[in-house]
């Protein structure tokens, strides 16, 4: 696998990179392919694709191609939850099977 970096962003592409092309995951910590952030969300991009895809073609131009409106909406546009908030409803449902445990 390779890694590529496009220095020229006056012309890029909507295609994007072939499979062997990969950047490194900034959320993985190694090297990946355009396809696998494609689809990491449950069949939706990663919430990070355009950040990590644009120096090396319009990925944004790409996937509002290629997914509806609803689905670029929800995998770039919806703010998800504040992790304090995600860390609290785990503490509260780690509260209860404990409660039910005993």
Known sequence: MTTQKKENRDTLSTDPPKDEVCIRCP?????????????EN????????LDCWYPLFDVQAHLKDK?????????????GKPKVSSLFDLIEQAKTRKGKQV
């Open 27 to 39: 959320r993985l910590g190694h090297q990946i392919n355009f396809q696998y952030c494609r689809s």
């Open 42 to 49: 449950s069949g939706l991009p990663c919430f990070k694709t």
């Open 67 to 79: 997914l509806n409106k609803e689905e670029f909406q929800k995998a770039f546009l919806n703010k």
